[in-house]
């Protein structure tokens, strides 16, 4: 049986929005479980709006790989961080891409 998707609802700044940048959250996450972050925040200093990201059964799985490590402390933190991650990183892979892999 096929895994579903996973919504989740966190509060992100307009500048972190995006459906292109939420398409790459997958392999955003991934890469954070790697040890790589954000050099900064965007939109750090923006209002932060309640915003749905979807993730996909591997995307869900390093991001539960992240809120077991101490370095991150909720969910909203760490989606943030990989939401900058793939803004400074333009070229990164879709996260349907990252699903198949």
């Given at each position: ?23 790459r ?6 890469y954070?479980t ?6 900064q ?61």
């Amino acid at each position: 049986m096929a895994e579903q998707d996973t919504i989740i609802q966190v509060r992100l700044p307009e500048t972190l929005r995006s459906m292109e940048l939420r398409a790459r959250l997958g392999i955003a996450l991934f890469y954070l479980t790697l040890g790589r972050t954000p050099a900064q925040i965007p939109g750090n200093g923006e209002k932060r709006i309640n915003t749905k990201v979807r993730l996909g059964p591997r995307g869900k799985k390093c991001l539960d790989e992240l809120l077991a490590r101490p370095d991150y402390t909720s969910k909203n933190q760490i989606i943030l961080h990989a939401l900058a991650y793939a803004y400074e990183r333009p070229r990164l892979l879709l996260c349907s891409n990252f699903e198949n892999i």
